[in-house]
């Protein structure tokens, strides 16, 4: 169920823009009705610029079917030298990516699902925002 996914989530990865710190990304954002939206990370020179795979892809999502529809999300990152047949640890959304994603589920209605792995998509960790992000910042205009 997971495996399209994943597979554009390292597909993403493998155009990660992370010259800096060799750490690639991916991620692979699902909408309700199936569309995937991709991003993968894009460092800048001025390190306070870079833009994590997550916002990238949430960005992408936003033009490509809306943040209210995102339904799933696919992270897959680890060091530049790590190698298929390997394993590593699971790569965990940030913070600020937590907030992002968060954004999102406020507009759908719905705790995202959001599944976490290593560099070619083992060691996956199933979880939701809610999970990751208990008493989250929300804005309320009213
Ligand atoms: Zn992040």
Redesign the pocket.
């Known amino acids: 169920m997971n495996g399209k996914l994943i597979e554009a989530a390292i597909e993403a990865r493998a155009k990660a823009h992370a010259p800096y710190s060799d750490f690639l990304v991916g991620c692979a954002v699902e909408s309700e009705d199936g569309e995937i939206a991709r991003g993968a990370n894009m460092e800048n020179g001025c390190y306070r610029l870079g833009v ?1 795979a ?2 990238s892809a949430l960005a992408a999502a936003q033009v490509a079917f809306g943040l209210g529809k995102v339904s799933r999300i696919v992270v897959v990152g680890g060091p530049r030298s790590a190698r298929d047949g390997e394993t590593g640890e699971a790569v965990m ?2 913070g ?2 937590r907030q992002a994603i968060q954004e999102a589920a406020g507009l759908s209605g719905r705790d995202i699902e959001v599944v976490c792995c290593d560099h070619s998509g083992g060691n996956a960790v199933t979880t939701t925002i809610g999970a990751l992000l208990p008493a989250a910042f929300v804005f309320d205009k009213d």
């Open positions: 994590c997550e916002q959304p940030c600020g990516c």
